[in-house]
C-alpha cells in the first residue's frame, strides 16, 4: 500500500520547522545503558517535546506507516524511536531493508520520496540516461535509485520491502497505541 503525500507535501511539519529537535544527536541514536541520569532527562525531556509535536502533525499516519512498513531510518520519526519501530515490525511480522536518511525525503528532508515501481518505470522509459539523470528527474537521491534497481534486479516485479503480507495503516496506529498503552504502565509503576 503506498502512500502518496505529494497533496501535503508543502506542509511545513514540525520535524522540518524543529529541525534542530529531531535532528539533535542524542535523539539520531538509542541511549546507551551506560547513560547518566543527565543524560537520560534531557533524552527524556528531547523525546517527550518530539513527540508531542509529532501527535499533532496531520501526517502523522502516513508518516508512522512509512517509517514502520517502508523504510528503516534511524531517529526519532512519527512519535517513535528506532527500538519502537522494531517492536511494532516485530509484533505486525514486518521486515524493511536498512537504508539511508534521506528515504523520507517526501516527509521531513529535502529530496522527495519515490515509488519503487516510478523508478523501475521511469528506467525502462530512459535507459540512456544516467542514474544521476534519473535521480534528478525524481527529485530523489543517488542512492535510491540505486537501491530501487538493485531490489528490482534482485527481484523482478517484487516491491523495495519484498512480496511480504503488509499490514494496513490501521495494524500499524494499533501497534503503535499498544505500545505506548504498555510504555505508560510502565511510566506509571515507575513513578
Ligand atoms: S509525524 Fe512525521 S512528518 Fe509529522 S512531525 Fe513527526 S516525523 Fe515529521
Redesign the pocket.
Known amino acids: 500500500m503506498a502512500h502518496d503525500l505529494s497533496s501535503t507535501r508543502a506542509t511545513t511539519?514540525?520535524?522540518?520547522k524543529y529541525a534542530g529537535l529531531?535532528q539533535d544527536p542524542m535523539l539520531e541514536d538509542q541511549l546507551p545503558h551506560s547513560a547518566s541520569s543527565d543524560e537520560r532527562r534531557r533524552y527524556a525531556s528531547l523525546e517527550h517535546a518530539?513527540a508531542d509535536?509529532?501527535a499533532s502533525?496531520p501526517?502523522?499516519s502516513p508518516?508512522?506507516y512509512r517509517?514502520v512498513v517502508e523504510h528503516d531510518v534511524a531517529g526519532?520519526?512519527?512519535?517513535t524511536t528506532q527500538k519502537q519501530r522494531l517492536e511494532i515490525r516485530a509484533r505486525l511480522s514486518v521486515k524493511v531493508e536498512a537504508e539511508d536518511l534521506d528515504t523520507l525525503a517526501g516527509?521531513?528532508r529535502q529530496h522527495r520520496q519515490v515509488d519503487h515501481s516510478e523508478v523501475v518505470r521511469l528506467r525502462s522509459v530512459h535507459p540512456d540516461e544516467s542514474l544521476e539523470q534519473l535521480a534528478r528527474r525524481l527529485g530523489c537521491s543517488l542512492s535510491t535509485v540505486k537501491r530501487h534497481l538493485r531490489t528490482e534486479r534482485r527481484s523482478p516485479g517484487a516491491r523495495a520491502f519484498g512480496d511480504q503480507q503488509l499490514p494496513t495503516q490501521c495494524q500499524v496506529l494499533a501497534a503503535h497505541a499498544q505500545l505506548n498503552g504498555r510504555r505508560a504502565v510502565r511510566e506509571d509503576a515507575a513513578a
Open positions: 511539519t514540525g520535524c522540518v529531531f518530539a509535536i509529532c502533525c501526517l502523522l508518516c508512522l517509517a526519532f520519526v512519527a512519535g516527509v521531513a
